[in-house]
């Protein structure tokens, strides 16, 4: 059975930092590829970064490029988020995500966090 377990998120001043952790478990996750997600109230979910578990490229949406990093560590079979300047409208429930093909079918819980002004 595939778990995601988000933690880190909290509130943060502007301008401040936080690192997402995701802790995988229930695979081998190494053909995978990690994505994390986020939603704010009354928005969809929209995508954040994602990487091959494995190594090699990584992806961001263009409004966390140069302040988000996405990485992973094999041996706590864990995956990162770093955020660096946040700013308000980061303000979101973040989500932690697997996929094998096209489509992201595992999915963590969620964790909140909140960038005030």
């Known amino acids: 059975q595939v778990q995601l377990i988000e933690s880190g998120g909290r509130l943060v001043q502007a301008g401040g930092s936080l690192r997402l952790s995701c802790a995988a478990s229930?695979?081998?996750?190494?053909?995978?590829?990690m994505g994390w997600f986020r939603q704010a109230p009354g928005k969809e979910r929209e995508f954040v970064a994602s990487m091959r578990w494995s190594g090699g490229s990584t992806n961001y949406a263009d409004s966390v490029k140069g302040r988000f990093t996405i990485s992973r560590d094999n041996v706590k079979n864990t995956v990162y988020l770093q955020m660096n300047s946040l700013k308000p409208e980061d303000t979101a429930v973040y989500y932690c995500a697997a996929r094998l093909t096209s489509d992201y079918r595992y999915w963590g819980q969620g964790t909140q966090v909140t960038v005030s002004s």
């Open positions: 229930g695979r081998t996750f190494s053909s995978y590829t």
